[in-house]
């Protein structure tokens, strides 16, 4: 039996509807994307996979000091951006990850006043970063604050 493929991220729509679940998926990698990406950051994993900072009631144990990527998730940069260098942070011109719980629950998230704030300030540690000099866009939003 042949198995079945993931539905890749999508870009965000108006139509485009997110509720978090709090399920605790988010916080969970594959060892081949933990080696490739996470690792080089700082990030660890129990044996399951897990963040270790993901809590045993689904919840962030460094929620206030977690990576931008975090903080971002479900939402993603569109990736021809990032390979660009290029941090568009207007909802519309982001992606979203179709097999998040929560994907198609909810408020519509263009517009919707709670994401226009996550986007502001997660430009405003964007910047913060780049004016202390730090050019490694994947290091801004992967790396763990003042490590």
Known sequence: ME??????????????RFSCTLCGKCCFVSQKTF????EKFGW????????VNLT???????YDERPLICRL?????NPKD????DVDLHADRLWIDPNATGFGQGE????????????????KRVEAAMAKGEKD???????FPDR
């Open 35 to 38: 080696k490739e990406v996470f």
């Open 82 to 85: 990032l390979v660009k260098g």
């Open 108 to 123: 519509f998230v263009v517009g919707t006043p709670e994401v226009d704030k996550m986007l502001i300030d997660i430009g």
């Open 73 to 77: 998730y479900p939402f993603q940069i």
């Open 137 to 143: 866009i994947l290091k801004i939003f992967y790396g």
């Open 44 to 51: 660890k994993t129990k044996e399951d996979g897990s963040c």
């Open 3 to 16: 198995e079945q493929k993931k539905p890749e991220p999508q870009p965000v729509t108006y139509s485009t």
């Open 56 to 62: 045993k009631d689904n919840k962030c144990s460094i």
